[in-house]
């Protein structure tokens, strides 16, 4: 997978998630983090789709358990449209199975529902890399 040399300026991040609150929340903690960033939010894998076709798109955070295409599948269709695409799978059911599963696919990053606090770790990571 091609690597990115770090995110300068703002940090545009995707978050897919069937729930508001979930989203909101994601929002809430990166819009608080201290990085510039614009926050995207997508209730399904084909608006989160549409979406990074639409915009350049830095970071995805893709829930799992959604209705429809689930979160592995997303990640997997924006990572073979968007190689360079930081991909971080959410699951409120994270475990050493999903993960093994999303790391071929491009996911570099796993977080349980309740770690979404963990996001601002991943954007000073991108911002190192």
Do not use: N
């Amino acid at each position: 997978m091609e690597q990115s040399a770090g995110i300068s300026g703002e940090i545009v991040v995707l978050v897919v998630d069937d729930e508001a609150d979930v989203r909101a929340l994601a929002r809430v903690v990166l819009e608080l983090s201290g990085h510039l960033v614009r926050v995207i939010e997508a209730a399904d894998g084909p608006a989160a789709l549409a979406a990074a076709e639409r915009e350049h798109v830095d970071v995805a955070v893709v829930d799992q358990m959604m209705p429809g295409q689930d979160g592995l599948s997303v990640a997997a269709a924006l990572v073979a449209r968007h190689p360079a695409m930081t991909i971080a799978l959410c699951s409120a059911a994270m475990d050493g199975h999903l993960a093994s599963q999303a790391e071929p696919l491009g996911v570099r990053w796993f977080l349980a529902k309740h770690e979404l606090v963990r996001l601002p770790d991943l954007l000073d990571e991108l911002r190192q890399a």
